[in-house]
């Protein structure tokens, strides 16, 4: 595996930046009444998640780097408990989401992990 030069690549961004799209897509198909409601919320929590990645890669402070990935690992978190409420109030299928959501935390965790190793 080659060197890391940039965030770009990360396959954790990369995934973190699909799932960005997807949460755009769905969120865009919820009763316009959410626009400034849940749908905002998710799609905020979405963006955080490779917006933190990227941030922590670029700062030339391990401590720090680890502290954003945090923050991301927290806005997953987030992201996770609004697509659990647009599931369970709008009754949509979130499956897959929710497994690429779980794929990027344990991602995250194991870049955390191997950070600390350091």
């Given at each position: 595996m080659g060197r890391v030069k940039s965030y770009q690549d990360l396959i954790v961004w990369q995934k973190s930046m699909l799932l960005v799209k997807e949460?755009?897509?769905?969120?865009?198909?919820?009763?316009?009444?959410?626009?400034?409601?849940?749908?905002?919320?998710?799609?905020?929590?979405?963006?955080?998640?490779?917006?933190?990645?990227?941030?922590?890669?670029?700062?030339?402070?391990?401590?720090?780097?680890i502290q954003f990935l945090g923050v991301a690992r927290g806005s997953a978190a987030e992201l996770e408990t609004q697509l659990l409420i647009i599931q369970e109030v709008y009754k949509y299928k979130v499956d897959h989401h929710l497994d690429l959501l779980l794929e990027i935390r344990k991602m995250l965790l194991t870049l955390v992990k191997k950070l600390k190793e350091k």
């Open positions: 949460i755009y897509e769905l969120t865009t198909s919820l009763p316009k009444s959410e626009q400034f409601g849940i749908s905002s919320q998710a799609q905020r929590a979405a963006v955080s998640i490779p917006s933190n990645i990227a941030e922590g890669h670029e700062r030339n402070n391990l401590k720090e780097y």
